[in-house]
C-alpha cells in the first residue's frame, strides 16, 4: 500500500519511506545476531517503532523464515494484560507460522521471568520487568 503523503509521521511502510537510519538499523540488526540485549531510549514520536518494523522487515529480506513479533505494551496495567497481549501476538503470528518458528517461539516464552521490586516501605509491588532471552540461527 502506497501512502498519499511521502512524508510519514506514522506507521511503517517500507525502506522506500524510511528516512536514513542506516547506521542505528546496522547497529540493532548486528545486536540480535550477536544475541545482545539492548534498549532504546527516545521522547515519544521520534520514530522507536518504526525503526523496530524497519528492522524486521530488513530482518525478513535477509531470512524470509524468521518470525519477528511486534508489542506495543504502553495500554498494559497489570501483568494479566501484558500476558494476554503476550499470548494474542504469539498466537497471531502462528496461524501462519511454520512448525519451526513455533518451536521456537515456544523456546522464547519459556525463556521469559517475571522480577518484581517492591517498596521497602510499603511492600507493594513497584515495578515489574520482564526478562527474556532470545536466540536464532542466522544461516545463508
Keep these: 500500500m502506497k501512502p498519499n503523503n511521502p512524508f510519514l509521521i506514522s506507521g511503517y511502510y517500507s525502506p522506500e519511506y524510511f528516512c536514513?537510519?542506516?547506521?542505528?538499523?546496522?547497529?540493532?540488526?548486528?545486536?540480535?545476531y550477536n544475541g545482545r540485549?539492548?534498549?532504546?531510549?527516545?521522547?515519544?514520536?521520534?520514530?522507536?517503532t518504526g525503526l523496530i518494523k524497519h528492522v524486521f522487515h530488513r530482518l525478513k529480506e535477509q531470512q524470509a523464515d524468521i518470525?519477528?513479533?511486534?508489542m506495543d505494551?504502553?495500554?498494559t496495567q497489570n501483568l494479566g494484560d501484558f500476558v494476554r497481549l503476550l499470548a494474542n501476538t504469539v498466537l497471531g503470528q502462528l496461524?501462519?507460522?511454520?512448525q519451526k518458528a513455533l518451536s521456537r517461539v515456544s523456546q522464547f516464552i519459556k525463556s521469559c521471568r517475571p522480577v518484581f521490586t517492591f517498596d521497602e516501605l510499603t511492600g507493594k509491588i513497584v515495578q515489574i520487568d520482564l526478562y527474556c532471552f532470545l536466540s536464532f540461527e542466522i544461516t545463508d
Design 37 to 48: 540485549n539492548l534498549t532504546l531510549i527516545a521522547p515519544r514520536r521520534m520514530g522507536k
Design 95 to 98: 496461524d501462519s507460522a511454520p
Design 73 to 75: 505494551i504502553y495500554s
Design 20 to 32: 536514513n537510519r542506516e547506521r542505528e538499523t546496522q547497529t540493532i540488526t548486528d545486536a540480535l
Design 67 to 70: 518470525v519477528t513479533l511486534y
